[in-house]
């Protein structure tokens, strides 16, 4: 692969409907879109999943403009490469900023799964044609509100549910919903609200079967999980503290998590996201792709990696119409009776909607090799 130059575009989105989790609410998604053109004349696409407050990670999308432009866009113009495997190896001087390195890497995937003519999904390894929709329902102004959002999730065909908590919203929420739907598939998801003197009052969430409990401690814990996992029925998930195959490993070692949610941005890309799925399905650990309101080359991303064989879970991966009055490719990403339908044709399969892309761009640099 012989890259000629690559483009950053920053572009907003107003989201159809705010999404509140216990580190706050979004209203909207600032997302970098990146654009890598080969010598050959094709494009490879990607987006960085960076909010603009460093409250899910420490990454923001003004960090990652400055990582991708100052110093990653650098070192892939430093050699040609011949798969998109050796974009990590490229960037293991730089530390941490996986969000920034994963929008370039996935980019890279899309332009040689391109070139071969593949589907991404095919050039991962995807053993798929359909994969399974949840849906993550953020916290709400009433527990009323969120079970009859909930209702019209299960009519809409969803698979799984889950819903965000905290520490006054969670026991009597979870009650409500068992009470109202007692078999279906349901999650809760934390994001690090809880600490070591919580164990007692999460042992009482063991009451509702739920699926998992994701990431109910620390972003950087490990150990503490192990010992909650100890005492409680419910499998723990990790998403924010694990973005290596080696964090991984010793989260598995320790008995910190059953599962892990694995998003492609928080891991530093695809080949990362391989190596995870491949340490857990040999520990036997489910794995699942989590969304972080993707647009939709993002998104599309979401479910090429979800065709792996240990994605036995339902992914956070709604349809644009969950998200987006327009999203920014074409077809837009439809979900039917619980499913997307993965395309075969080449790349993520979806052609960026380049009239949306302009309406919605603020900026954008091109960086020429
Ligand atoms: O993309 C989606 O629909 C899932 C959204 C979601 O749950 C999350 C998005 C962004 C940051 C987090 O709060 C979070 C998560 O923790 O999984
Ligand atoms: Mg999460």
Redesign the pocket.
Not at 290 to 294: D, F, I, V
């Given at each position: 692969m012989e890259i000629k130059s690559i483009t950053l575009r920053h572009i907003k989105m107003d989201l159809l409907y705010p999404?509140t989790?216990s580190v706050g609410t979004e209203f909207d998604k600032d997302i970098i879109l990146v654009e890598v053109k080969s010598k050959s004349g094709l494009s490879g696409w990607a987006e960085s999943v960076s909010i603009n407050e460093p409250i899910?990670n420490e990454e923001t999308v003004k960090t990652n403009w400055h990582m991708m432009s100052d110093y990653l866009i650098p070192l892939l113009f430093q050699d040609s490469m011949k798969h998109p495997n050796e974009v990590s190896d490229r960037f293991k001087p730089i530390r941490g900023n996986y969000n920034a390195k994963a929008a370039l890497e996935c980019a890279i995937w899309d332009l040689y799964a391109r070139e071969k003519n593949l589907s991404l999904a095919k050039a991962l390894g995807g053993v798929k044609d359909k994969v399974e929709v949840g849906i993550?329902v953020g916290i709400q102004e009433s527990e009323r509100k969120m079970l009859q959002q909930i209702e019209g999730y299960l009519n809409e065909g969803y698979k799984r549910i889950?819903v965000k908590i905290k520490p006054s919203w969670d026991v009597h929420i979870l009650k409500a919903i068992r009470q109202e739907f007692p078999s279906i598939q349901l999650m809760a998801?934390a994001?690090c609200a809880y600490n070591l003197n919580d164990i007692e009052h999460l042992k009482e969430l063991d009451a509702f079967h739920l699926t998992m409990i994701e990431q109910p401690f620390d972003c950087d814990d490990i150990i503490d999980h192990a010992k909650l996992q100890a005492e409680l029925k419910t499998p723990i998930c990790l998403?924010e503290s694990i973005h290596t195959v080696e964090d991984a490993r010793k989260a598995i070692e320790l008995g910190s998590c059953k599962i892990i949610?694995l998003k492609i941005g928080r891991v530093g890309g695809l080949t990362e996201s391989k190596k995870i799925h491949d340490l857990c399905e040999k520990h036997d650990i489910p794995v699942w792709c989590?969304?972080?309101?993707?647009a939709g080359i993002g998104r599309a991303h979401n479910i090429a990696i979800t065709t792996l064989a240990n994605f036995t879970l339902p992914g956070?991966t709604?349809p644009s119409s969950h998200y987006w009055k327009q999203d920014i490719i074409e077809p837009e990403v439809e979900m039917k009776d619980g499913y997307i339908y993965v395309p075969e044709s080449a790349g993520i399969g979806f052609v960026p909607n380049i009239k949306r892309i302009d309406d919605v761009t603020l900026y954008s640099k091109t960086f020429r090799n």
């Open positions: 999404f989790t899910y993550s889950k998801d994001n998403d949610n989590g969304g972080m309101l993707e956070d709604a």
